[in-house]
């Protein structure tokens, strides 16, 4: 798919990975939605893009507030051609923790966020992909998802966050066979660990030991080289049905 003149819609859009996607897309040519819940990043952003994108308030949790963020991207733009799920949390928590077992509060709010929430984006957005005229390979739209590597190499405390992620990355390969039919492509990018506000606080020797564990390049990702994937696999139309570690061949151990 064209890169030039699509419409994207970005959840997680005013900040890390889903800002530099949205940058990424506007400076192929494109459209965006900013979909966040951070209304004043989320504005600033969009202000700053000017025509080429849209902010919407929007809780990912929340369907009618997907559905209302999707509607106005298409009242606005005309179409939805991509989307793309960067909003999660990653709140760590132990199942058994010095004041007893986890909250299920915080395991199913991570779960509602990470999980749930692209599930509303991919079905509500790819009902209106369906809309769009295919290109010469019947191609309609193109979704992409966040996963981490963490649902492979989960660390203690990231039973709710690997788990949700882990759900994520089962869940493409089935999208991808369903909305086959559909001209619809679905693709998964699993990040290691990555310069965002995820990060953003901890110490300068915490950084530097981060660093050194990724086997090359030794240092963080940069949420631009997270982009440059998902703008790979939106031109790209062989990709489909898969997750791609973009890891800097990290393998987390155990400890």
Known sequence: MEIKNCVAVVTGGASG???????????????????DFAEEKGQAVASELGDASLFCKTDVTDEKSVQGAIDLTVDTFGAIHVAINCAGVGT???????EGP??????NRVININLTGTMHVIRLAAERMLQNSPNDDGEKGVVINTASIAAYDGQI??????????????????????????????????????????L??????VIEALNKMVPFPKRLGKPVEFAMMARHIIENPMLNGEVIRLDGALRMGAR
């Open 92 to 98: 760590p928590a132990k199942v058994i923790g010095k």
């Open 200 to 205: 953003a606080g901890l110490p300068e020797n």
């Open 102 to 107: 986890m909250s299920m509060e915080l395991f």
């Open 157 to 198: 405390g990231q039973a709710a966050y690997s788990a949700s992620k882990a759900a994520v990355a089962g869940m493409t390969l089935p999208i991808a066979r369903e909305f086959a039919e559909y001209g619809i492509r679905i693709v998964t990018i699993a990040p290691g660990i990555f310069d965002t506000p995820l």
């Open 17 to 35: 990975l889903g800002e530099a996607c949205v940058r990424e897309i506007v400076k192929g040519g494109g459209r965006v939605a900013i979909l």
